[in-house]
């Protein structure tokens, strides 16, 4: 009886934490959305199946970035399959620049 009560209290700990964290994230993409990017990592997704233009976005990326070819493959590859976080500290003239870049490649920066 008492196994089953703290498994049941861990269960419900673990999910109000999931929560949490997925509330504070949605706000914090809803704050990017609405202000701008604000520093930070930088994510990026693709948005068309079919018709990508993958080099274009890999050139886009290694200009903003500085990456080198097989730096910046990987995060147009892992966006490919969900969503690419380019880890750093970004400014916000960064993020509009590779925003631009990526407009009619099939990729987004979110």
Known sequence: MLLKRN???NWATSVYVLCLTL??????????????????????????PDGKQKINAIKAVRSVTRFGL???KDVVDAADNHISVIDGNWSTVDYNQLKRELINTGYELL
Do not use: N, P, S, T
């Open 7 to 9: 498994w049941e209290r």
């Open 23 to 48: 509330l504070i994230l949605q706000r914090q993409m809803f704050m990017e959305l609405l202000m701008g990017h604000a520093g930070g990592a930088m994510r990026v997704r693709a948005v068309w």
């Open 70 to 72: 097989k730096e910046a």
